[in-house]
């Protein structure tokens, strides 16, 4: 069974629980992470929070291949 950790806001791997529970299963872990500007109520990313997210999923993406997780 393969277990999905869905990141939104919290782009860290230290102290996260749903990854720390998903791993502990010892099962497939899928991580991922969804842009969603469309929903009704999301606001609109401004050029320095697209920046921002930019080098966070980069940072996240680097610290989950350390981990050994693609």
């Known amino acids: 069974m393969t277990t999905i950790v869905w990141f939104r806001d919290d782009l860290r791997v230290t102290d996260h629980p749903a990854l720390h529970h998903a791993v502990e299963r010892g099962e497939p872990v899928v991580c991922l992470y969804v842009l969603d500007e469309e ?4 606001r ?3 050029g320095a929070a697209k920046w921002w997210l930019h080098h966070s999923l ?3 993406a680097a610290d989950l ?3 050994g997780a693609p």
């Open 39 to 42: 929903s009704e109520g999301v």
């Open 65 to 67: 291949s350390n981990l």
């Open 58 to 60: 980069t940072s996240l």
């Open 44 to 46: 609109p990313l401004g």
